[in-house]
């Protein structure tokens, strides 16, 4: 079985650069010292996110590396919809231990690529680094957003209602793998409702609920009855498994009936009034919960 040691760094070369999708935007692509970009408009700003996943932390040796592949294009896309952004251009970078078979970076690109291809995104470019440690796979995510139109985390205030897209919890039997970004409901959301904050759930609605408040020097108030839980799922599992990948967002009361299209609009996804914003004073704290990365565990 050949492996990265036998092919070496521009035999892999040659077998992913055709891989790679243009997608807009794309003045020069993959092959010279870096992509070249055509500028957005004076009517956009850009977003630029990176994100990880490593062997052994975001999923194991056994997993498929088409939905290796996808996962981690899908992560860095996710921020790019919790802020109500449309993804554009991105980088790749491996690090692999040089005795894996050629053919698990093919499927691994391939995931990539299919994703890629689906939300129009294009792959300009990247790093190739062995390793002695575990694989890692880190996308560079450029997106754009109408100028000032960005959705954040601080913008929440008292008397604001709380919603969630999809269903929470159970994230480890497949979802973390197969989730699809919320790209398409978030700017839905911003041309209908523009929400006051929101963020994706990457690491449990308990770790990260918290984290907007914060951010928008509130409290929260949830009705854990009301929690959207995935099948085989209780409350717990909802607030703490993390990597839902739903968006949460705050709405002020007197925007709520433009909620009213959601249902035609996406009819296989539900919307979950789970609480409400209010001051520092009067929230509620959950039990420590949620995915930590340096958490002892």
Known sequence: MATLKDLGEEGLLEIILPLLPRGSGLVIGAGDDAAVLAAPSAEEELLFK????????????????????????????????AMAGEPRQALVSLALPKEIDPSWVVGLYNGLRQLAEYFGVGISGGELSSTAGPVTVTIALIGVVPLGGAVLRSGARAGDLLFVTGELGGSLTEHHLTFQP????????????????????????????????AASATGFCVNLHALPCRAGCGTQKALGDGEDFELLFALPPEKLASLAGWGKAFPNLPLTHIGEIVSQEKGYSFEPCGYDHFAQR
């Open 182 to 213: 919320r790209v398409k409901e978030a700017l839905w959301l911003a041309a209908h409702a523009r929400p006051s904050a929101m963020m994706d759930l990457s690491d449990g609605l308990g770790k990260d609920l918290p984290r907007l408040a």
């Open 50 to 81: 990176i994100d990880a996943v490593v062997s052994g932390v975001h999923f194991t040796p056994e997993t498929p590396p088409e939905l290796v592949g996808r996962k981690a294009l899908a992560r860095a896309i996710s921020d790019m919809a």
